[in-house]
């Protein structure tokens, strides 16, 4: 299978033969359960955070998206204050994603992920989050996935492109035989920063470096981005 670029020529199509998701605003939207519990902790120190701010914290590690909400309150912590905010915020988060069911997998990831299944095609997620695992278990999805590389297993945050170099060599496979998709800017860059093909979930606005940008999964064909080999 071959990835249909809409620079490329054809000559320089590449066998596809992995599929890697980022899963925070790819697979499941928890940027409303961050939000929520990042907007506690804000409410707690007595500054307002904004749906507008939180938009700052995608794709950013835990560890960093505290420091950004410390900034845009202007609060300045020690090392060991700032640990005990981000394991109280991630508590507060974790009892949200408990409460998850597979209602809420973004609409057309199950058929898409099937459809992969059913080309062969490997799959794995490339996320930053710590907490994955236990998204994933709550929608019933790790069924899908043969590789999981998630915040526990990696020390780079993307634009690093860590992530998905080890969710390739975990897969056995090359780089620039995977498909990334994602929803953020430092993830696209992260994908391209490892020499993979990526697909941006969202709007041209800000994902314009990947290859292709689509609105998301819903009646999406694989064949969108595949082209049978020949
Ligand atoms: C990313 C999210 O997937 O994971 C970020 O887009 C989040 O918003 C990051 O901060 C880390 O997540 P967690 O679950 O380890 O706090
Ligand atoms: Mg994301």
Redesign the pocket.
Known sequence: MYLLKKHYKKEELVDIKALIF????VIVD??KY?YLAWKRLADEIGFFFSVED?ER??????V??LEILLEIGGIQLSEEEKTKL?DK??AW??DY?LKMTPDEILPGVISFLEQARQKGLKTAIG??????KT?LDRIDLLKYFDEII??NKVSKAKPDPEVFLLAASSLRVKPSECIVFE??EA?VDAALNGNMHVIGIGSEKNLGKADLVISGFQNVLLETFLKLGH
């Open positions: 980022d899963l925070d605003g928890t940027a961050h939180n914290l995608k794709g950013v590690s835990r960093r998206s981000a915020k991630n988060y974790v994603i996320s930053a989050s710590k907490n994955a998204i998630d915040g929803d953020a993830g």
